[in-house]
């Protein structure tokens, strides 16, 4: 068996035992396709999605915990119209016992929709723990965001850090996804070096078209020069393929340092495919055949 195609130890032990998965809202049925090739107890994000209502939002977390796993619902502070409308959302997860965890992001309006202009206004409203938040994930940017300096991204990510540890929240850091293990390494070097000690979740794309990741990447930033893209395994004169992590997982469990990069866990962007994603994961960390 080709050895590039199978996971070391250090892949299924160490990174994948509590990796994560993301669903919008309307992915539900999605779900209940993949429920069986998900370990119980995985954490699933729930995207905060401008065409999905609140309604949509709440029942795709009601049914993430309904079959087992644990829901983490995405709170998009650009796009809340106002503080009644957070504390609808809230009160209805909490109402739901779904509010335990949440991830709060920034989002993409260019402007704010309402009071709230980053994830960090969110967080210090005092609405989250309020309503039975006691966990929330922050976004993390290892090749910067194509609308923000970096100067501002080091800032919100330290601000937040210290916000979580003031108002004794757990947290955790989970990272916008790419092709190239180089950047994420040494991104983290430099989170620690700055002061924040939250475990990170690096992001991922599961399995899927070339075509698809490429859109994707475009969107969100993502470097995807012809070195990278041979790094990854797919070459951008041919979008016809799929690909997998399969090259970045192993290079991430070969060179992560627990001393320099701290603690660090995955977190797999599905793009509609959680079937796909939780069968290729169970696959890669037996060691078997992903491609």
Do not use: C
Not at 249 to 277: C, E, N
């Amino acid at each position: 068996m080709n050895p590039a195609l199978t996971a070391p130890p250090a892949v299924g032990t160490s990174l994948l035992d509590d990796f994560s998965l993301e669903m919008t809202g309307k992915d539900v049925p999605k779900l209940e396709e993949a429920r069986h090739s998900i370990p119980p107890g995985t954490r699933i994000n729930v995207t905060f999605l401008a065409g999905e209502d609140l309604a949509t939002r709440l029942a795709a977390a009601r049914a993430v915990k309904r079959l087992g796993f644990v829901p983490v619902p995405h709170i998009s502070a650009r796009r809340l119209p106002s503080r009644a409308h957070l504390e609808e959302f809230l009160a209805g997860l909490a109402a739901d016992g779904t509010a335990e965890n949440v991830f709060v992001v920034g989002g993409d309006p260019a402007r704010p929709e309402g009071p709230y202009p980053d994830a960090l206004s969110v967080i210090r409203t005092g609405l989250l723990q309020r309503h039975g938040v006691r966990h929330i994930g922050i976004s993390g940017y290892p090749e910067g965001h194509p609308a923000i300096t970096d100067r501002t991204l080091w800032s919100a990510l330290t601000d937040k850090s210290a916000a979580l540890h003031t108002e004794r929240l757990t947290g955790d850091v989970i990272t916008q996804f790419g092709f190239d293990v180089d950047p994420v390494l040494g991104w983290l070097e430099t989170v620690r070096a700055r002061g924040v000690a939250l475990p990170v979740r690096i992001g991922v794309p599961g399995p899927a078209g070339v075509r698809r990741l490429m859109t994707y990447a475009t969107r969100f930033g993502v470097a995807t020069s012809a070195s990278v893209a041979r790094k990854y395994g797919f070459s951008l004169t041919n979008l016809m393929g799929t690909a997998g992590p399969d090259r970045f997982l192993h290079a991430l469990a070969r060179h992560h340092d627990p001393a320099r990069h701290g603690r660090v866990k995955v977190h797999f962007y599905t793009f509609g495919g959680l079937r796909a994603t939780s069968e290729w994961i169970a696959r890669f960390r037996h060691g078997e055949r992903t491609g």
